[in-house]
């Protein structure tokens, strides 16, 4: 099971990480049309990133929506660490699990990351 939910994790994490700017740089080549191979418009790059947002916004509220149809509520809602008071209760390290819309996105960050890096250090050039 712990497999499966893995793979689950990795590959929305993929999808979330690369397929939304691919999508929309795709889209952004067919708004520029033939004009764009050599430089391209203020209003395609502004689409582009409007696009990219709304895209990251509109999933995480359905991410949300579907993690509270599927999970069950917990008896008292639970706080980030970084949300926590010095006040607070201490944290104690394994007492809460990050949810798995927290983990997909977690993920997707680690995931993109290392992919930047990597084209960064190894492919971009001088």
Known sequence: MDIVVLAATVV???VIGFGVPLLWIWIG????GDDGVSSVSFAVAVAVMA???STYVIA???GAWIQARVTQAPEQPTRAPW???MRDTPYRAGSAQ???LE???VVTTLLVSGAFWAWFLFFAGS
């Open 103 to 105: 983990r997909v996105f």
């Open 29 to 32: 080549s067919i708004l520029e």
């Open 83 to 85: 949300l926590r008071s």
């Open 51 to 53: 696009g990219i947002i």
């Open 12 to 14: 929305a994490a993929a």
């Open 98 to 100: 990050l949810g798995p």
């Open 60 to 62: 995480m509220y359905l």
